[in-house]
């Protein structure tokens, strides 16, 4: 298939994607159980990112209420997009697409949410990708919650039954949530990454105990366990797929520290999981044991609506003791290590239009067997991911009613190092710049849910 320059890329296909996903009916759910428009939530007002607001109302378990009338727990959501990558890809990456130049409908979700009484509430996802035509579910984090006076401290108490680690988290600096919040199995990503960083997401059950006291700090701890391969497959889920199956239950912890200053808020935290894996294929019981260390920020400038700037950080170190992967020959090393660093500074104004840069870095140990098809045997990789989107109703406006939401946008990533190195990563020929890839989205979704993302999941 010929290759066209970034200019070149036609906007036709762009706009008839546009249309494709705008037919769709609003159907009620979050937005209308509390009464607010999205920006209220939301940075940008279409999400992921919280606002201090939209923070309060997930760890309070989603049971704001501003009417006491029946609402549908129901909302739905499109994702679809264009993709063109610098060079041709090595292969075709999904059955009925070609190796560049691919514009497919990435996402079509629906979920139910939304709080009962001043206790109970959550929100639970399905998803067909539109990539590989598969339906299975997606995010979940059900909870209970209450408020109470501990040692002379207020305290909001809580616990989440979620299927994903971080997906309960309330600041968008973890991976479940943070940038980029859409994202394509079309187009290609760095083979290495943290089980932190969505290995263990949507194959496993977690359950997680938390405290947010006087709203300062943040602790939680809790565990994630690999369900059964007969409950996975009924959720669509391949066991044998991803990163494995955890050996044992997987400890996680999370503590934040968070101060409001009136127009800006700053949080600080740090985080783990200690999971054992059993890699996929082998028949033995021996895992390969980690441990993710990690450290995060945010800052928050609201200004009044009118310029709203957000930073986020987050640093995962992944300590790698291989024990099954090295007797199977998987690996060369029984111990390695992985460090994953990202950072992501948003502009927005208006909640209408904004701008993002995302530089990220990924390095760690070498290893002849683990990184095989890499020509340094390394998993180093490092780039930056820039985006424009406008959202014109984020401020409720919309001509179909606050329920209705869009976000169109353009979205490039660059990268210096992939896979090992700059040029000639695999051996043959290909270089890092020969990924950089250029995005055309367009989001639709009924409802502002307060922690909703408008890509299945990132770094799948």
Not at 60 to 76: C, D, H, I, K, V
Not at 285 to 301: I, M
Not at 434 to 442: E, I, P
Request: with cysteine.
């Amino acid at each position: 298939m010929p290759r066209i320059s970034f200019p070149a890329i036609p906007a036709g296909t762009f706009f008839a994607i546009i249309a494709f996903s705008q037919g769709a009916d609003a159907v009620p759910a979050f937005t209308a159980q509390t009464g607010q428009a999205c920006a209220v939530c939301h940075v940008g007002g279409f999400g992921p990112q919280l606002t201090e607001f939209g923070r309060e109302f997930k760890l309070s378990g989603y049971t704001l209420r501003a009417t006491q009338e029946f609402t549908l727990p129901f909302s739905a959501m499109a994702v679809a997009s264009f993709d063109h990558t610098q060079k041709n890809q090595t292969d075709i990456p999904a059955p009925d697409f070609s190796t560049n130049n691919n514009a497919a409908i990435d996402q079509i979700s629906a979920f139910l949410a939304g709080g009962d009484g001043s206790h109970l509430g959550g929100f639970a996802q399905f998803t067909y990708e539109g990539v590989n035509r598969s339906f299975a579910w997606d995010n979940l984090d059900l909870r209970a919650t209450t408020r109470a006076t501990v040692l002379g401290s207020d305290a909001l108490l809580g616990l989440s039954l979620n299927n994903s680690p971080t997906v309960q988290d309330a600041w968008n600096t973890l991976p479940a949530w943070g940038f980029p919040y859409t994202d394509s199995d079309l187009i290609p990503h760095p083979a290495a990454g943290a089980i932190l960083a969505g290995a263990l997401a949507q194959s496993t059950i977690g359950l997680t105990a938390y405290a947010w006291w006087s709203s300062r700090i943040y602790t939680e701890a809790g565990a994630y366990w690999s369900p059964g391969r007969r409950f996975l497959s009924a959720m669509g889920i391949d066991a044998d797929e991803g990163a494995g199956v955890l050996g044992s239950a997987a400890p996680y912890f999370r503590i934040a520290y968070t101060q409001d200053f009136g127009n800006f808020n700053v949080e600080a935290g740090a985080f783990a999981l200690l999971p054992n894996l059993r890699p996929p294929g082998l028949a033995d019981r021996k895992t390969d044991n980690y441990a993710d260390l990690g450290v995060d920020g945010s800052w928050q400038y609201l200004g009044g609506g009118e310029s709203i700037v957000t930073v986020n950080a987050r640093y995962i170190h992944e300590q790698q003791d291989l024990g099954a992967s090295f007797a199977a020959e998987i690996a060369a090393n029984r111990h390695n290590s992985l460090n994953d660093l990202h950072l992501d500074a948003s502009y927005y104004w208006h909640n209408m239009i904004g701008a993002t840069v995302s530089p990220f870095v990924i390095w760690g140990s070498a290893d002849r067997l683990l990184y095989l098809d890499n020509r340094s045997l390394t998993p180093d990789s490092n780039g930056v991911t820039l985006q424009a989107d406008y959202t014109p109703f984020a401020n409720g406006d919309s001509p179909f009613g606050r329920r209705f939401n869009l976000r169109t946008g353009i979205q490039y990533t660059i990268y210096g190092r992939f896979n090992g190195a700059a040029t000639n990563f695999d051996g043959a020929g290909h270089n890092a710049t020969d990924n950089d890839t250029l995005r055309l989205l367009y989001g639709w979704r009924t409802d502002e849910p307060a922690d909703y993302v408008i890509a299945r999941k990132e770094n799948s």
